[in-house]
């Protein structure tokens, strides 16, 4: 793939590099700044830029051989392409659509000067790659993907219970958790507006963070959590506002069972009538152990509600939130670009963006919490947490509810907003709390409570005056609540009758006598959390309790090892104990590997603290759990930030020009 020589002449953007590696973007336009972030991301995550690229192409599958089949035909099955000659042109504003292929050309830029480093380039990136790349990933975040494999699950799993608590404790999937904290000036023991920004994402992968800082002469200015092959900052602050984001999981998909015709397995009943449903065939590019590409033929169906598939138990159409959406990253911008609170909720009303909560802080002191969702105006007396019939086209939804009545709380009296996971209907003081009664059901709101959110109530929650140094305390915390899930699996082990067994009466004890915390000196977190997880999965509590002693036993010699020797951060030549474990505020989640240890692989990832002091001036903090090169091994910022992360310490973020004066280690043109 080559870059014309005169290319990057049009863009008229410099790189600097800080003393840890952060790219500190400057540009006269904006679309000069999107085309340095563009070629300061393939510097440092080519490789992960590239596999987007391939996922939003349906090419997965030619990489990667059969693993990647569905994804390719989900990129099929949602019609991304389509949406994208349908809409991209006319849906966007020509200067976001500048932006985005500034940014792509950036990226290619790179490859054309690194054809060393790039071997497996694919055809040059394009701005429409980034947005189908946007619209394929984004219904995911409220758990698309999971209704799609539960329907299209074999008759005998079809509508089993999702694992996902299991599978997330177990760490079989990583997480797609996140903490966010707004303290207005009176909740402030200095009055100060303070804000935490801490997704909980995999380590590496499409989904990692990536650390930037972005300046235009055109008034964006941002810094935060990017994505790599987005342009745009996704979370973190600009000189005026901030904001952290959560994942939320209302009900923003609908499934439909069709009646088809006996005669003819195309059609479906629609209002007492047949229609046609419309049908192609896709070939999939399979890559095969000797190297060489198999196509595989897969069905792909869609009806008035959208895509469809056929089961081994039915037919069924899906109509969910995201569909036929291109102006994600119009959102995007206007969100970065915002200036006040006004200027920001006016961006979150194009309601472009189909799910995420959003906890807000600014320079003025507001703070607010926004449940978002594109939530269809459903037909009341319906229940739409199961299937609908697919027949009557009153049950298709065609309008979406407005941003300023979706659930949202604004300056509480109480000055605190949060959220982690859990309902907005707990996302204060209770006395603050939004009512779920002021909601109709037909939004699916969810109803549940993590270890995380009671943590909240019990540390920020319970201190009324917060200084910065509690501040950060609070988002550091090790404990599991007494309300949680693993705090009532403890009891449950506490309550068994385990008779003379000396070992098992030991185990119990050691239990029993857990003080909750999962600091790396702990020696009963081992045990009780391995015993907690199994007894999540189904198992009873002496049987986890059995099973939990013997792997202790079989890796360590004992079944109370201080909890850092099991949990490790592995990066590089480093192998360091972690505080912290699955639902914790300071949350960790690992993989186990051969020798028993669990290597963190996801959970606190970039975390970022904001603040502006009572006359509004801005300071702001972060730390990375790597460094800034996400996959340069012999880059020193590989894994020089994986310290302070395991320290639970953070460095200052160099926001301005004069907070950069002095720490610039590089500074080039991008191909110089």
Same mark, same amino acid.
């Given at each position: 793939?080559?870059?014309?020589? #005169?290319?990057?002449?049009?863009?008229?953007?410099?790189?600097?590099?800080?003393?840890?590696?952060?790219?500190?973007?400057?540009?006269? #336009?904006?679309?000069?700044? /999107?085309?340095?972030?563009?070629?300061?991301?393939?510097?440092?995550?080519?490789?992960?830029?590239?596999?987007?690229?391939?996922?939003?192409?349906?090419?997965?599958?030619?990489?990667?051989?059969?693993?990647?089949?569905?994804?390719?035909?989900?990129?099929?099955?949602?019609?991304?392409?389509?949406?994208?000659?349908?809409?991209?042109?006319?849906?966007?504003?020509?200067?976001?659509?500048?932006?985005?292929?500034?940014?792509?050309?950036?990226?290619?830029?790179?490859?054309?000067?690194?054809?060393?480093?790039?071997? +497996?380039?694919?055809?040059?990136?394009?701005?429409?790659?980034?947005?189908?790349?946007?619209?394929?990933?984004?219904?995911?975040?409220?758990?698309?993907?999971?209704?799609?494999?539960?329907?299209?699950?074999?008759?005998?799993?079809?509508?089993?219970?999702?694992?996902?608590?299991?599978?997330?404790?177990?760490?079989?999937?990583?997480?797609?958790?996140?903490?966010?904290?707004?303290?207005?000036?009176?909740?402030?023991?200095?009055?100060?507006?303070?804000?935490?920004?801490?997704?909980?994402?995999?380590?590496?992968?499409?989904? /990692?963070?990536?650390?930037?800082?972005?300046?235009?002469?055109?008034?964006?200015?941002?810094?935060? %959590?990017?994505?790599?092959?987005?342009?745009?900052?996704?979370?973190?602050?600009?000189?005026?506002?901030?904001?952290?984001?959560?994942?939320?999981?209302?009900?923003?998909?609908?499934?439909?069972?069709?009646?088809?015709?006996?005669?003819?397995?195309?059609?479906?009943?629609?209002?007492?009538?047949?229609?046609?449903?419309?049908?192609?065939?896709?070939?999939?590019?399979?890559?095969?152990?000797?190297?060489? !590409?198999?196509?595989?033929?897969?069905?792909?169906?869609?009806?008035?509600?959208?895509?469809?598939?056929? #089961?081994?138990?039915?037919?069924?159409?899906?109509?969910?939130?995201?569909?036929?959406?291109?102006?994600?990253?119009?959102?995007?911008?206007?969100?970065?670009?915002?200036?006040? !609170?006004?200027?920001?909720?006016?961006?979150?009303?194009?309601?472009?963006?189909?799910?995420?909560?959003?906890?807000?802080?600014?320079?003025?002191?507001?703070?607010?919490?926004?449940?978002?969702?594109?939530?269809?105006?459903?037909?009341?007396?319906?229940?739409?947490?199961?299937?609908?019939?697919?027949?009557?086209?009153?049950?298709?939804?065609?309008?979406? =509810?407005?941003?300023?009545? =979706?659930?949202?709380?604004?300056?509480?009296?109480?000055?605190?907003?949060?959220?982690?996971?859990?309902?907005?209907?707990?996302?204060?003081?209770?006395?603050?709390?939004?009512?779920?009664?002021?909601?109709?059901?037909?939004?699916?709101?969810?109803?549940?409570?993590?270890?995380?959110?009671?943590?909240?109530?019990?540390?920020?929650?319970?201190?009324?005056?917060?200084?910065?140094?509690?501040?950060?305390?609070?988002?550091?915390?090790?404990?599991?609540?007494?309300?949680?899930?693993?705090?009532?699996?403890?009891?449950?082990?506490?309550?068994?009758?385990?008779?003379?067994?000396?070992?098992?009466?030991? +185990?119990?004890?050691?239990?029993?006598?857990?003080?909750?915390?999962?600091?790396?000196?702990?020696?009963?977190?081992?045990?009780?959390?391995?015993?907690?997880?199994? =007894?999540?999965?189904?198992? #009873?509590?002496?049987?986890?309790?059995?099973?939990?002693?013997?792997?202790?036993?079989?890796?360590?010699?004992?079944?109370?090892?201080?909890? %850092?020797?099991?949990?490790?951060?592995?990066?590089?030549?480093?192998?360091?104990?972690?505080?912290?474990?699955?639902?914790?505020?300071?949350?960790?989640?690992?993989?186990?590997? !051969?020798?028993?240890?669990?290597? +963190?692989?996801?959970?606190?990832?970039?975390?970022?603290?904001?603040?502006?002091?009572?006359?509004?001036?801005?300071?702001?903090?972060?730390?990375?759990?790597?460094?800034?090169?996400?996959?340069?091994?012999?880059?020193?910022?590989?894994?020089?930030?994986?310290?302070?992360?395991?320290?639970?310490?953070?460095?200052?973020?160099?926001?301005?020009?004069?907070?950069?004066?002095?720490?610039?280690?590089?500074?080039?043109?991008?191909?110089?």
């Amino acid at each position: 793939m080559l870059v014309a020589p #005169t290319q990057a002449a049009e863009y008229d953007v410099r790189i600097r590099r800080d003393d840890w590696g952060v790219p500190h973007i400057l540009g006269k #336009t904006d679309a000069d700044a /999107a085309y340095g972030l563009g070629y300061a991301q393939a510097e440092d995550d080519f490789v992960t830029l590239r596999l987007g690229t391939l996922t939003a192409r349906a090419l997965l599958a030619s990489e990667q051989g059969p693993s990647g089949v569905d994804s390719d035909y989900m990129v099929a099955l949602l019609d991304v392409w389509g949406v994208i000659a349908r809409r991209y042109d006319k849906d966007l504003p020509a200067d976001v659509r500048a932006v985005l292929d500034a940014y792509a050309a950036g990226v290619n830029a790179y490859v054309a000067k690194h054809p060393d480093k790039t071997k +497996a380039a694919m055809a040059p990136v394009t701005g429409r790659d980034l947005v189908a790349g946007m619209i394929f990933n984004s219904p995911n975040f409220y758990g698309l993907d999971g209704v799609f494999r539960r329907t299209m699950a074999p008759a005998k799993t079809a509508g089993a219970a999702s694992p996902l608590v299991t599978a997330e404790l177990s760490s079989e999937v990583l997480p797609t958790g996140s903490n966010g904290v707004a303290v207005g000036p009176s909740r402030s023991a200095d009055g100060a507006t303070r804000l935490l920004v801490n997704s909980h994402q995999p380590f590496t992968g499409p989904f /990692a963070w990536y650390e930037a800082v972005v300046q235009s002469g055109e008034g964006w200015h941002v810094t935060g %959590g990017f994505f790599p092959g987005s342009p745009f900052m996704l979370h973190g602050h600009n000189a005026h506002l901030g904001w952290a984001n959560t994942v939320n999981n209302p009900d923003l998909a609908d499934v439909y069972t069709l009646s088809i015709n006996p005669a003819n397995a195309d059609q479906y009943r629609l209002d007492g009538a047949w229609k046609a449903l419309e049908k192609r065939t896709v070939q999939i590019q399979v890559k095969q152990p000797d190297g060489t !590409l198999k196509a595989v033929e897969r069905e792909v169906l869609r009806s008035v509600h959208g895509p469809a598939v056929r #089961t081994d138990h039915g037919v069924f159409a899906f109509r969910y939130s995201g569909q036929d959406e291109v102006r994600q990253a119009q959102q995007y911008f206007a969100l970065n670009k915002a200036r006040s !609170l006004a200027e920001w909720k006016k961006a979150m009303a194009l309601q472009a963006l189909p799910s995420i909560n959003y906890v807000y802080a600014d320079a003025k002191g507001n703070v607010g919490y926004v449940y978002n969702g594109k939530f269809p105006v459903r037909k009341e007396g319906v229940d739409w947490s199961g299937v609908v019939a697919g027949d009557r086209s009153d049950l298709i939804p065609k309008a979406l =509810i407005a941003f300023p009545k =979706i659930p949202q709380l604004w300056n509480p009296k109480s000055g605190l907003v949060f959220n982690s996971n859990n309902t907005p209907f707990r996302a204060s003081d209770p006395a603050d709390d939004l009512k779920p009664e002021a909601y109709s059901k037909t939004l699916g709101v969810q109803s549940n409570m993590t270890n995380r959110a009671w943590r909240v109530l019990e540390t920020y929650g319970a201190d009324p005056s917060i200084t910065d140094a509690e501040f950060d305390a609070y988002k550091y915390d090790l404990t599991y609540s007494v309300q949680s899930d693993a705090a009532k699996a403890v009891k449950a082990i506490a309550d068994l009758d385990v008779g003379a067994d000396t070992d098992l009466a030991a +185990a119990k004890a050691l239990v029993a006598g857990w003080d909750r915390r999962t600091d790396v000196a702990n020696r009963g977190a081992a045990l009780s959390m391995l015993s907690a997880i199994a =007894i999540q999965g189904g198992a #009873t509590p002496l049987a986890a309790l059995k099973q939990s002693m013997a792997q202790l036993k079989s890796f360590y010699g004992r079944i109370d090892p201080q909890w %850092g020797e099991a949990s490790r951060i592995r990066r590089g030549a480093l192998d360091m104990p972690v505080d912290g474990g699955p639902d914790i505020f300071r949350a960790i989640y690992g993989r186990p590997g !051969l020798d028993g240890r669990l290597a +963190a692989a996801g959970g606190d990832t970039y975390v970022m603290f904001v603040a502006w002091d009572k006359a509004g001036k801005l300071s702001s903090r972060s730390v990375h759990q790597f460094g800034a090169a996400t996959q340069d091994r012999a880059s020193p910022h590989y894994a020089d930030q994986t310290p302070l992360f395991v320290g639970m310490r953070t460095k200052p973020v160099l926001f301005t020009e004069a907070d950069l004066a002095g720490h610039i280690k590089r500074d080039y043109r991008p191909g110089e």
